[in-house]
């Protein structure tokens, strides 16, 4: 008998599907930030958006058992990820807030683009990596003058987020143990002791401001839950080349976003440089990989059920 519920629709829907929720919610909750900054500091909100996203992990899937059933190496991977998180929430948010929003996505997939394009030599990925190149310099020449430290921030965020790529796909992946939600929610539940330094005093206010408390929690469940279990649920079941593919999305998702709910509305060079990020992102392909590689990346029998 076919199974049903919740899992098997999950079980059963496309990858693709996983990356579009994702693809929306990972611009639609920072934007809904900004909205927030007139009421709370950037660093108050990027702390509310990681501890309000830890609360409903914890809730969810009680990930200080996680620790418990990891080797060594698996609790590095969630350390280092866990600091990577709150380091890039916390850069992101700074610069969102002296950035156009699209500007800041554009930027965020540069580090991602030239390491790619640089370790697989072909004519398709240079054309890539000089489209990359292109269009971050005219983003970043269009804004140079009047944002240094917005770029600053958004340049640092965007190496970060090269990395949180690295270790969200290894714990989907290969991290044993757990299934990657189940390392997510462990990461984010330690990532709040990483930013509580810097976002301590910043968040407080919200403590009696019941509205910025609710519209902070609302930015923590659009912006790291909801984004990051898809994340998940799509690294688990799709290949690196087709996820590079699907970043180019990404980009034009948040500059329709900056345009839809914070009335950001591009110049004529602004858009140009998200069209060359996004078509560098489209052209580049990663070598193929041997069929012993291929087969060592499978999720295991039961990990996408596990998470779900």
Not at 118 to 128: F, I, Y
Request: proline content about 6%.
């Amino acid at each position: 008998m076919p199974r049903t519920g919740p899992r098997a629709v999950l079980a059963a829907a496309p990858p693709w599907t996983y990356f579009l929720g994702s693809a929306v919610f990972h611009y639609l909750g920072p934007a809904f930030a900004v909205l927030l900054f007139t009421r709370l500091s950037p660093l108050g909100v990027a702390a509310l958006r990681i501890w309000s996203a830890a609360l409903v992990f914890a809730i969810w899937r009680r990930p200080w058992r996680i620790p418990a059933r990891l080797d060594a190496e698996g609790r590095r991977t969630i350390i280092a990820w866990s600091a990577v998180l709150a380091a890039m929430n916390v850069c992101f948010y700074l610069a969102i807030a002296r950035v156009p929003l699209g500007t800041v996505a554009a930027i965020e997939f540069l580090p991602v683009i030239v390491l790619a394009a640089l370790g697989a030599r072909t004519a398709r990925n240079l054309v890539a990596l000089v489209a990359a190149v292109g269009g971050v310099y005219v983003l970043t020449g269009v804004r140079l003058a009047g944002e240094p430290v917005g770029l600053m921030f958004a340049f640092a965020n965007a190496v970060l987020f090269a990395a949180y790529i690295v270790l969200a796909h290894r714990t989907a992946r290969r991290l044993r143990g757990v299934g990657g939600i189940d390392g997510l929610a462990a990461a984010m539940l330690l990532a709040c002791a990483f930013v509580a330094p810097v976002g301590v005093w910043q968040a407080a206010p919200a403590v009696i401001d019941p509205v910025t408390l609710a519209a902070g929690i609302g930015v923590g469940i659009c912006s790291s839950v909801i984004p990051y279990v898809c994340d998940q649920l799509a690294m688990a079941r799709m290949a690196r080349s087709t996820y590079a593919l699907l970043v180019a999305l990404l980009p034009a998702t948040a500059t329709v976003i900056g345009i839809a709910v914070l009335r950001q509305f591009p110049s004529f060079a602004e858009a140009a440089g998200v069209g060359f990020v996004v078509l560098s992102v489209a052209l580049h392909r990663e070598p193929a990989a041997s069929p012993a590689a291929a087969t060592a990346t499978l999720p295991k029998e039961g990990e996408i059920e596990c998470d779900t």
